[in-house]
């Protein structure tokens, strides 16, 4: 019985770091920014696609240290698509109303899928875990498959990264400062529209790596940005849209929830996540924590 | 004595209101200069003009003979020119310690030394050291593990002067510095003033309402009434203005 319960936990807290693992540069971007960027999901997938095609490279022979260097090699060049993005799209919305960076940020989300489409096909591709992950391990007597255990480690570890970053260090207080107070933040001499820069840069690498290491997770389809962005969303109004910690303590608990959920009513899977999101935002609209932290 | 701020023909206006017309105004090295003027003549918006925060629809800003005009806010800070706001202006989330370490580390940054480096972990122990004893100068020490948002409002005016001088600006912009202060507060305030103006050498820029203060600082005056500089020069010249004592002290208030 206990095993039970703790096995559908541990279920919930790889869905949970999943989802963390995308929304983590969401809610970066929108803290900073304030612009909700609906084509997130779509640069998770172009993440996972890359890692599709660089681990096929490699023939089957993809171990722990080659993956995770994949994975950072997708964060790179989804970092550098954001570049890009930010010049050609984020750079125009900073002084617009925000229903016009959904509609831009939504519009970039279409091009993902079609560039999807156009350069890996519209048909399921699979990854398979790189070799050392594809098995499981007894933990106690739950039965874990290796590569849940990874995800968990890799959305704790990001998000200790991020916390780090952004509470202790002096270049993530002075992105907070930003964040806070553009405009005092230049008064004190910060180039504010650099530190954007960084800001949204630093949120698609969050969205690559992301993709990289979840690519093994689920099959790829040109439609699976959709389906993050809308998980993502939930997570980050939960949390407290733009709060990191805020992010990470709604994904364990909606992954709770949901698993929790989808065991005991098993006639209804996955909409215990809604029904979550709502009732949560229902008694607590600003969400659990509020501000960037 | 060098000019070191110059605006000339300044013209802003919103949609449906001309703000400032044609303003000229120069403010000369170490002077403190004030700008006294009704509610609603501009004063504020000049400062954002000067600032960096709003663009003039025509007319030129010059400091130290570089025309500045178009140039972001925080490059001019780079050159030398800080300011305050009429309702301070702090990062009130955080302590008033980091406050005061966020603008050390700033000025670094600006210096380029290795203490402003973006990659550090930690800030500096001396920039650490640092703000306490520049705390304790302003009487701030007892709280520095406050959150800014606590602290009284002159306290958060001290606060966000201490930062804006964390920066060693040449220039200091200083909107309405006595608003809402106890008298004490404000002969405090003018007393300070007219140190860093005398000891630092800093050249001073001011709005202020309270005429007890703008004489007690002003090396030189400028009236401004409905968008437009109506006079300039010496207090005293000015206080005998006609036109100005007409608009401006003639209705029998002080405290215009």
């Known amino acids: ?293 | 004595m060098t000019d070191l701020l110059e605006a000339r023909d300044i013209c802003f206006a919103y949609p449906s209101v001309r703000v400032l017309k044609d303003v000229s105004m120069t403010v000369r090295a170490n002077e403190c200069h004030v700008i006294i003027g009704p509610n609603g003549a501009g004063k504020t918006t000049l400062f954002k003009v000067l600032s960096g925060e709003t663009l003039p629809q025509s007319g030129t800003v010059r400091y130290s003979g570089e025309d500045v005009t178009r140039l972001d806010a925080w490059k001019r800070v780079h050159r030398g020119i800080g300011r305050t706001f009429q309702v301070a202006r702090l990062f009130s989330e955080q302590t008033v310690l980091n406050n005061v370490i966020l603008a050390l580390e700033c000025r670094e940054n600006i210096k380029g030394t290795s203490l402003g480096r973006w990659w550090r972990l930690n800030p500096a122990r001396e920039l650490v050291d640092e703000a306490m004893s520049r705390l304790a100068e302003y009487g701030l020490d007892r709280r520095a593990q406050d959150s800014a948002k606590n602290l009284s409002h002159g306290d958060k005016k001290r606060l966000e002067l201490l930062l804006t001088l964390s920066l060693h600006p040449k220039l200091i912009m200083l909107d309405e510095p006595t608003a809402g202060m106890a008298p004490d507060d404000r002969r405090a305030v003018v007393a300070m003033v007219n140190r860093l103006r005398e000891e630092e050498g800093l050249t001073l820029l001011l709005t202020e309402h309270d005429m007890e203060v703008v004489f007690g600082l002003a090396t030189r005056l400028t009236v401004l009434s409905q968008g437009k500089v109506i006079a300039s020069g010496e207090p005293e010249e000015v206080r005998r203005d006609p036109v100005v004592h007409e608009i401006y002290f003639g209705k029998g208030r002080h405290h215009a």
């Open chain 1, 1 to 293: 019985m206990l095993a039970d319960l703790l096995l559908i936990a541990m279920n919930g807290l790889v869905w949970g770091m999943a989802v963390f693992l995308v929304a983590s540069g969401l809610t970066l971007i929108f803290g900073i920014l304030h612009i909700l960027n609906f084509s997130h999901g779509g640069f998770v997938m172009i993440g996972a696609y890359l890692a599709f095609t660089l681990m096929n490279m490699l023939a089957g022979s993809v171990g722990i240290v080659a993956f995770i260097l994949i994975a950072f090699a997708c964060a790179a060049a989804v970092g550098l698509m954001g570049f890009v993005v930010d010049r050609v799209v984020f750079e125009r919305l900073k002084r617009v109303d925000d229903s016009y960076s959904l509609i831009a940020t939504y519009a970039v989300l279409l091009l993902c899928e079609g560039f999807v489409k156009t350069a890996w096909g519209p048909n399921f591709q699979s990854v398979y875990p790189p070799s050392g992950l594809e098995g499981a391990v007894f933990l106690g007597n739950l039965f874990m498959p290796s590569y849940a255990l990874f995800v968990i480690g890799a959305g704790v570890i990001v998000f200790l990264v991020l916390d780090f970053w952004l509470h202790r260090t002096p270049s993530g207080k002075i992105m907070k400062s930003v964040a806070v107070d553009p405009w005092m933040a230049s008064l004190l001499g910060i180039n504010v529209n650099a530190i954007f820069t960084v800001a949204v840069v630093g949120g698609f690498v969050l969205a690559g790596l992301a993709g990289g290491l979840l690519a093994p997770n689920q099959s790829l389809s040109p439609m699976m940005g959709g389906v993050y962005i809308i998980q993502a969303f939930g997570v980050i109004i939960v949390g407290g849209i733009g709060n990191v910690r805020g992010a990470f303590i709604a994904a364990i608990l909606l992954g709770l929830i949901d698993a929790f959920g989808t065991v005991y009513v098993p006639q209804f899977p996955g909409i215990f996540f809604y029904v979550a999101v709502a009732v949560i935002i229902l008694f607590r609209p600003q969400g659990l924590l509020s501000g960037i932290h």
